[in-house]
């Protein structure tokens, strides 16, 4: 009677949206980076050695040693999230140029989480997300389910005109939703946008009234410099407030104290925070309870303190890796000169094909890097290439720069790809 | 040079699908609801007392105790879950006649956030989703925003034929994409499907190949009486395998440790599985690692004893909710006798209106409960309610239901509601 269902037959019941559902080439391979011998420049996850972890424990015991707090750790809670750490988040976007209030805030299971619903909220299939190209790999696939087209913002120097954005979206059977950036270190490429271009972009968004996306992921890992106001903070400085602003600003705990808690934020207008805890509420009802008010605890007892410690780290790490490439790249190949973040972006001579380059550089060094073809919306960029500088000692970064250099200087001798392989630029 | 944004200006920026993203007027309501003084048969929500708090401190100190479990703990994980914590439901699956593979399964921020998965993964716009009247009101909001059509299930003796669910599917401009049940202990209902009605429901999906959600976030909470196998089970009994199954089983820690942690898990067939892992991955990368290494910790150590545990609770609570109905509820009233679960479903004369006598109940009685409307996909059962026995305690129900009793009563005499507040059905 029960007809058997093959392994095929799951693909006719898919939503059309799935189709944009694909494997992420780039993770799986990851899975098989991140091994024991192998030299990992792949990964962008912070250094596990960084995190609190005596504060983590001292504050889920405190938690769950009071009755009251225990009870509601342990419940169901609001699906816009723990008022204190709200209230905490108030406190740190006032201290960043963006002053708010409680009901701006909505907290997310991560900054990723942030990405698909705003990804849900705002974007009908064929509608245009304006993304830099390249751009982070996570807002492409939270994005894409959507089915937008992507047009390419170049903010520094070369965005196209508002009305020819528009233009290319109407052709494109919708309209222009949003623009997504990462102003500040931004993954892959660790660099940030000026002052002109962060306002540059704000001028667009008002010509053609979209929303600004901006995903502060890496915001407070600054090593050196001066700090660059977020583009809400922008946006308000301008003679609004964040119930006028059209930016929507990303943040995360993830970077800064813990990924495995699942705790970010969206700051924004209030008609959209409303919107989105209703998205919330239909996802997953409310980011773990327990963990938002371990995180609240954590946050008001270390945050500037690991804040200074993780760019101190990381400001060594990335020094060692500008040292390693400058003494070992051959000429031809350029690279991204951070001033924070996790990531500097490679750029390999035109007849480089990153994907080749890392097959070998897995079969005869244990090197791993990211394509960095997986970070452009239209394949674009085979000759570049995403090394995270977040995990590996000093000696490792040398040996492992030293060895893919080498590669590096045999591709750039031997016949160039075949033109299907190129770069499709 | 900014134009400003008004308030309003955001409406036009959604997606089309924002449209069906609705405010829960229950939702809302329950905020009200809760409240110290309020005697609450509304929210669904476990008794906190009985959450293992002991086992949770115990879990979450011995994770950060060790380096080595607090640095992944700490850290991004994969996004199919723990390891550890799926073999744990393996073992849980096999023991109630599921036998499957670690690869048959994905952890999810709770079962709610399974059924956002599945209406993405699912539904285009224009499909059909079968579902009972009524049903989970997460269920509906979790789908709606992938604008299907909604086609009843009266699984019990009413289906209509498979013929005429697929001719309305295609009028309504798709197919049907899946039906979704609650099958032992139904919120809102309290009832459970018998073992009639799960073949009749696996013959309909194995004439129209969709797949069936099954939604078992009560299924282990039977105070009485035999278990029936899930409709995963049963379909597997029929000569198939988990990878031949049509059935999705969705299952939750939510309802038997803890909430708080969002801990969910669906098993189903390897490819269905694989889909999902990639929306989890474009969702939120993971659930919190550290709660699903401490959910492991507290299912080895708790589940069994918390289950039983949980139902001798509860079915104290269940009786004496029923003992109060049937003292205090006047003639022409009736309700549903769970034998399991944290509900019981009230049906009122066909004249009463159970929102007005809500606004009642709450001015002059304090007496909370969710208006049964809410449950219906078109808005149907203005004469019923939900009554939810998982908090007060015995006096209080007594209380409570004879304050409720009294409004009843008092209802059923008035002059029928005008035509535009009345029953649609």
């Given at each position: 009677m029960t007809k058997p269902v093959e392994t095929?037959?799951?693909?006719?019941?898919?939503?059309?949206?799935?189709?944009?559902?694909?494997?992420?080439e780039i993770r799986e391979l990851l899975k098989v980076l991140d091994q024991p011998g192998v030299i990992s420049f792949a990964g962008g996850i912070p250094?596990?050695?960084?995190?609190?972890v005596k504060q983590a424990q001292e504050a889920y015991v405190s938690v769950l040693a009071d009755p009251a707090t225990a009870g509601s750790g342990l419940q169901y809670s609001t699906s816009e999230g723990y008022l204190p750490l709200r209230q905490w988040i108030v406190r740190h976007m006032g201290g960043i140029g963006v002053p708010c209030h409680e009901d701006n805030v909505v907290i997310t299971s991560g900054s990723q989480q942030a990405l698909e619903f705003l990804g849900r909220l705002l974007l009908s299939p064929g509608d245009t997300a304006l993304v830099t190209a390249p751009t982070y790999l996570g807002a492409l696939q939270a994005f894409s389910a959507y089915e937008p087209r992507y047009d390419e913002l170049r903010?520094?120097?070369?965005n196209c005109t508002p009305a020819s954005y528009a233009e290319a979206a109407r052709q494109g059977g919708?309209?222009?939703?949003f623009a997504y950036v990462?102003?500040?270190?931004?993954?892959?490429?660790?660099e940030t946008l000026s002052p002109v271009a962060r306002a540059r972009l704000l001028d667009l968004a008002a010509e053609l009234d979209f929303p600004i996306i901006e995903d502060?992921?890496?915001?407070?890992?600054?090593?050196?410099g001066e700090a660059f106001p977020p583009i809400q903070a922008l946006e308000i400085a301008r003679g609004g407030s964040i119930d006028r602003a059209r930016t929507i600003y990303c943040g995360t705990f993830s970077k800064v104290l813990?990924?495995?808690?699942?705790v970010g934020w969206i700051v924004a207008a209030k008609p959209v925070i409303r919107r989105l805890v209703l998205v919330k509420q239909a996802s997953d009802?409310?980011?773990?309870t327990v963990n938002q008010m371990v995180m609240h605890r954590m946050a008001v007892a270390a945050f500037d303190h690991q804040v200074a410690q993780a760019c101190e780290h990381y400001r060594a790490r990335r020094d060692w890796m500008l040292a390693a490439l400058a003494r070992h790249m051959p000429e031809g190949v350029s690279w991204t000169k951070p001033q924070g973040g996790l990531f500097t972006w490679v750029r390999l001579p035109e007849e480089c094909d990153a994907e080749r380059l890392l097959e070998r550089s897995l079969d005869e060094a244990g090197v791993a890097f990211v394509p960095?073809?997986?970070?452009f919306f239209d394949g674009r960029g085979r000759n570049t290439l995403r090394l995270s500088f977040?995990?590996?000692g000093e000696e490792e970064i040398d040996r492992g720069i030293a060895l893919l250099a080498r590669l590096v200087g045999e591709a750039a001798q031997v016949?160039?790809?075949?033109p299907s392989r190129r770069c499709g630029r």
């Open positions: 095929a037959a799951w693909e006719p019941r898919y939503a059309a949206r799935a189709e944009r559902m694909r494997a992420s250094d596990p050695v960084l995190f609190p903010p520094e120097d070369g919708g309209e222009v939703k990462v102003p500040s270190f931004a993954n892959p490429t660790g502060a992921a890496y915001a407070s890992l600054r090593f050196e813990s990924p495995g808690l699942r009802l409310n980011s773990a960095g073809s997986a970070f977040s995990l590996p016949p160039p790809t075949p």
